[in-house]
């Protein structure tokens, strides 16, 4: 293993670390009595600022100009709903399993490159969509007595971020990495900030220092990622992904008490082999 791969992996995983540190950090806030909303548009005040600072030091606005404010403007407004249905979720689902059914998004993924990029999947990948989302089933066990209607909400948030990828995949052609991640934090942080009044509480100072960790998690996760992605070939990298049902495990665990039942296992094992071999058959068709 050279060494530009050992770093890839090593920013991969330490980046899906952070952003699962951030979902569990946020689950405690939301736990402990501060709205979905709040959380979403006081950690955006911060990512905003300083990606303002960025943009400050580097070329100024300049930066930011766009031919297709419109689609950036609808591309967020259907991104938003993928922090806000996850984390509304977190209240009553545990972390473990809100993490395994998000990850329908790599099979939604799938389904949405052959609707709108007409690319071809074969009957391997198309298999691998299929048991995957059997995997999903087994994790949300829609027609058992146990069954808890918020985890539609995970699938909410699943197909906003879906939704999320695809314009971003649409419009990349014209608009940089940078324009698509700001017009998102700026458009979310907007929207949200503007619906606080309605959902604002008062917050003491543990949890004014868990939200600033929040935001540092955030950013930090983010930017692992972007640079594993960047530097590393992606068939390498994207499994690494998975490690996060492993972390939300640890998590739920540590903090809750969550130990998910033997079906969670059983599905998020078989959501996270049919992931990673959609992976494998996309970089090795």
């Known amino acids: 293993m050279n060494r530009q791969i050992f770093l890839g992996i090593v920013s991969m995983t330490a980046g899906i670390f952070c952003l699962s540190a951030m979902d569990a950090a946020v689950r405690w806030l939301i ?9 979403i548009a006081m950690r955006g005040w911060i990512i905003f600022t300083v990606m303002m600072l960025w943009v400050w030091r580097r ?11 419109w689609h ?7 991104g938003m709903f993928a922090p806000l249905s996850f984390f509304i979720a977190l209240k ?29 999947v074969g009957p391997h990948r198309w298999a691998a969509v299929i048991v995957g989302f059997t995997g999903v089933l087994i994790v949300t066990q829609p027609t058992s007595a146990t069954f808890q209607p918020e985890i539609l909400l995970v699938l909410l948030a699943s197909l ?3 939704a999320l990828i695809l314009m971003g995949r649409w419009m990349s052609s014209t608009e940089s990495t940078f324009s698509l991640v700001f017009s998102f934090s700026a458009v979310s942080m907007i929207a949200f900030t503007l619906a606080l009044p309605w959902f604002y ?4 100072w543990p949890q004014i220092e868990v ?15 972007t640079h594993a992605f960047m530097s590393t ?21 540590l903090l809750w008490d969550d130990v998910p039942a033997l079906t969670t296992f059983i599905g998020i094992a078989i959501i996270v082999i049919s992931g990673c071999y959609i992976v494998w058959r996309e970089n090795h068709p």
């Not at 009553?92 to 609707?115: H, Q, Y």
């Not at 509480?201 to 003491?204: D, G, I």
Request: glycine letters at 6%; hydrophobic letters at 60%.
């Open 201 to 204: 509480s008062s917050m003491t």
């Open 31 to 39: 736990l402990d009595g501060i709205t979905a909303v709040q959380v």
């Open 92 to 120: 009553t689902i545990p972390l473990a399993e809100a993490t395994a059914v998000f990850f329908c998004s790599v099979f939604l993924l799938t389904i949405g490159s052959v609707i709108f990029f007409k690319e071809r």
């Open 59 to 69: 070329n100024g606005l300049v930066t930011l100009v766009t031919r297709r404010p």
């Open 160 to 162: 906003a971020y879906t």
């Open 211 to 225: 939200l600033a960790l929040v935001s540092m998690l955030a950013l930090t996760g983010h930017f692992l990622l």
């Open 233 to 253: 070939p992606i068939s390498i990298v994207a499994p690494f992904e998975y490690s996060a049902l492993a972390w939300a495990s640890v998590f739920g665990f």
């Open 72 to 78: 950036h403007l609808l591309r967020a407004l259907l």
